[in-house]
């Protein structure tokens, strides 16, 4: 172990460092901010899971049942996000990251190496799904009043889950690695969107949500509450899990025994067989990847003619741009994932039953449309986040060529900004399009979202280009760290605020637009002044957001020395 604990030392020296550099007076207001949003998300998780479930034990007979169903649903869903986060954590950890090659030169068992890195893997895949269902958990303890034995089985029932997600992930990555050739390492990111995409829907199918809220699918109430009381598969982890909670809340010591003693005997024998798989495979899979990548799309080179509009400095940066996004397989590739969410967007809205509804099918249908708009363009947020955010920070350590370059840093992140624009408008105005003719919505909602859509996309990734670039980490190791970062958290706070205050300003506009068209009614003198003047201030504050933020990250960049 002594071994294993010293390849750990780096993961624990930066938390010592930075705690060194509070105590000298700076990363307060970082560590703070990050606190007090971070209680902002939890205190809302807590708030609401108190309102749902005290809202579920005042319903007689069935109440309690639909806790325990949620209960269920929401461990289920829980280790579907670890399986995934780990597969994406151990792939970088274990395989791509870059200070594998001095780890590897060090006179220590690879096996060592491989459960060091494993460590370090499970933690942080699965340090954000604990401390967000903490709230979920602490709310049940309250409203059933539960005893001390609750609160202690949380941990005690959570961390094998946890274990038993990223020794399952890391299995099959050792095992993906070894089948897919070495120069086509990167490649199995394709295979993680489909993965996923099969996870998330049979997570969503097992969990089978309907059930909570449409009985009339069932011949009597009988029929009804036997459905929702029947078990998942006994042979999944999240169902020891459940099992285990649900005994603690209870008051059944013994069930609770037995099934944590499962969850965690089947989590030691997984690390044994991970462990014993690695000693053989995990050097042969990580020697691969030493081998000249390869492309799933290759091609000759091409002078981009298309392009040729553009002057010869602005259009060499816009090729290379383009060249490295589709080089990158972990950058393309993870377009399946955006797929695949959007899918299961598209088809929620197919679904809504709508028309048993008691409100208005026209009203609700139109509210649902303006909802969406925010909901629709928060997914953007998420996407730019993923894709624009990072594209300052992935020139890396190549970027003091781009400021030795002819090209202006003004002009460098504009290109960077075109180069994202135009497909992200394309995802969204489809995405909106279609919801809305999905949701049948009247010919003004239409025009009202699509033209609020194409003025907000370009200032959301402005933000992007922006924030990205005022604090860039070219040190990073992938494009997700850089999302994580002090900085990703501001764009993401900036956006939400954004998107918020547009849907605020157009509210009242366009109820009483709806609402006058629906009874036929004749808008006032002052009600359209209002309307003018709130549309008005949609377009300057969208302005703003497109040259705002790209100042402010010039402004910054331009002041970084390597």
């Keep these: 172990m002594n071994d294993i604990v010293t390849l750990l030392k780096p993961r624990i020296w930066p938390v010592t460092n930075r705690k060194a550099r509070q105590r000298n007076g700076g990363g307060y207001f970082k560590i703070g901010l990050l606190g007090i949003i971070g209680l902002f998300f939890w205190g809302t998780i807590f708030t609401?899971?108190?309102?749902?479930?005290?809202?579920?034990?005042?319903?007689?007979?069935?109440?309690?049942?639909?806790?325990?169903?949620?209960?269920?649903?929401?461990?289920?869903?829980?280790?579907?996000?670890?399986?995934?986060?780990?597969?994406?954590?151990?792939?970088?950890?274990?395989?791509?990251?870059?200070?594998?090659m001095l780890v590897h030169s060090l006179p220590i068992s690879s096996y060592k190496i491989f459960v060091a890195r494993w460590i370090d893997s499970a933690v942080e895949s699965a340090w954000m799904v604990i401390i967000f269902t903490l709230p979920i958990f602490l709310s049940y303890g309250i409203v059933y009043r539960a005893g001390v034995s609750f609160y202690a089985t949380i941990p005690l029932t959570m961390v094998p889950l946890v274990i038993t997600a990223s020794a399952i992930s890391t299995l099959l990555v050792m095992a993906a690695v070894m089948l897919i050739p070495a120069n086509r390492l990167k490649s199995i990111f394709v295979f993680l969107g489909i993965l996923f995409f099969v996870v998330l829907y049979l997570t969503i199918r097992l969990s089978r949500p309907e059930l909570l809220v449409d009985p009339e699918v069932f011949d009597s109430a009988m029929v009804y509450m036997t459905t929702l009381q029947t078990p998942l598969s006994p042979f999944l982890p999240s169902t020891w899990a459940y099992d285990s909670i649900l005994a603690a809340l209870s008051g059944r010591p013994g069930g609770t025994l037995f099934n944590t003693a499962i969850s965690w005997c089947f989590a030691g024998t997984m690390v044994f067989i991970m462990t014993i798989a690695a000693d053989a495979i995990y050097f042969r899979g990580f020697s691969k990847t030493q081998a000249s990548p390869g492309r799933l799309i290759k091609g000759e080179g091409s002078d981009w003619p298309y392009l040729n509009f553009l002057p010869g400095p602005v259009k060499s940066f816009a090729v290379k741009e383009i060249k490295t996004f589709l080089r990158d397989q972990t950058q393309w590739s993870q377009l399946f994932l955006i797929g695949a969410l959007i899918v299961i967007y598209v088809y929620n809205f197919k679904v809504l039953p709508i028309e048993k509804s008691p409100i208005n099918t026209i009203y609700l249908q139109n509210l649902f449309s303006f909802l969406n708009m925010g909901l629709a363009l928060f997914v953007l947020t998420a996407v730019s986040a993923r894709f624009a955010y990072p594209a300052v920070s992935l020139e890396r350590e190549a970027f003091w060529l781009v400021k030795t370059s002819p090209l202006s840093l003004k002009t460098f992140l504009w290109i960077k900004f075109f180069i994202y624009y135009f497909p992200l408008l394309v995802l969204t105005e489809i995405l909106i399009v279609t919801t809305n003719m999905l949701l049948d919505v009247t010919p003004f909602m239409m025009a009202l979202s699509t033209i609020t859509v194409f003025l907000l996309v370009p200032g959301i990734v402005s933000m992007a280009i922006g924030f990205g670039a005022a604090y860039p980490d070219f040190k990073a190791e992938n494009a997700t760290q850089t999302v994580t970062s002090f900085g990703g958290l501001i764009f993401m706070i900036v956006c939400a605020g954004y998107i918020g205050a547009i849907v605020l300003l157009e509210a009242g506009p366009v109820y009483n637009l709806f609402m006058a068209d629906l009874r036929g009614k004749v808008i006032s003198l002052g009600t359209w002044i209002w309307i003018y003047g709130s549309f008005g201030a949609v377009l300057v504050f969208s302005l703003l957001a497109i040259f705002l933020p790209m100042r402010f990250g010039e402004s910054r960049l331009s002041k970084l020395r390597f």
């Design 48 to 100: 609401v899971s108190i309102r749902v479930l005290g809202y579920f034990k005042g319903i007689e007979d069935i109440g309690d049942v639909l806790g325990y169903k949620l209960l269920s649903m929401i461990l289920l869903v829980s280790f579907a996000l670890l399986l995934f986060s780990s597969i994406l954590t151990s792939l970088s950890k274990l395989f791509l990251s870059r200070d594998l």
